[in-house]
């Protein structure tokens, strides 16, 4: 009984975390089912921290699998509603939207660098831990809830209030491929 009580009040805001809980709902607009998936999303590697099997943990696992996830929804977005776009122009389009310089202004719109663990002043970080840790934060969405709550939370953040596909056809991204072209 004492172990269910504690199951039920770990994501509660009243625990050590419930800070963090509360902010994080707020993002993402549902309440996280298990918040330990969320913590890691934010933690960097220079807190030198180690999982039960003495496995690095850090963001860098869940960034790797948020970028795919976030390439996968965005792929589909764009499928259905560019059915006249042929592969390259489907495939120039999502770069635009997950291009690094995007990713790293979700991230600052977020304030996501907030919530980072780390032994480094964050004066240090490079520009680009916002993105890192938005793509981080997308892997931890797809972990606890899946793809559903995973596309919904990129269709709110991402792409109703960023994407504007006429604006961004003109938008460039690599002046080198342009001059290729």
């Not at 590697?45 to 948020?66: C, H, P, V, W």
């Amino acid at each position: 009984m004492k172990r269910i009580i504690q199951q039920l009040f770990k994501n509660s805001r009243s625990s050590d975390n419930g800070i963090f809980f509360t902010e994080i709902e707020k993002i993402l607009g549902f309440k996280p089912l298990k918040i330990e998936i969320y913590e890691k999303a934010f933690i960097h590697r220079s807190t030198n921290k180690l999982d039960e099997n003495g496995n690095a943990i850090s963001y860098e696992r869940l960034e790797f699998l948020g970028d795919a996830m976030l390439s996968s929804v965005i792929a589909a977005h764009l499928f259905k509603k560019v059915p006249t776009g042929d592969e390259g122009y489907l495939t120039k389009m999502r770069s635009k939207i997950v291009s690094r310089e995007h990713l790293n202004e979700l991230g600052r719109d977020l304030n996501l660098i907030q919530f980072i663990k780390s032994k480094v002043p964050s004066n240090h970080f490079g520009e680009n831990i916002h993105g890192n840790i938005f793509e981080a934060l997308i892997g931890a969405i797809y972990l606890d809830r899946g793809y559903l709550f995973c596309e919904k939370f990129i269709q709110k953040r991402v792409l109703i209030p960023y994407v504007d596909i006429p604006k961004l056809e003109g938008k460039v991204i690599s002046y080198k491929s342009l001059v290729i072209e």
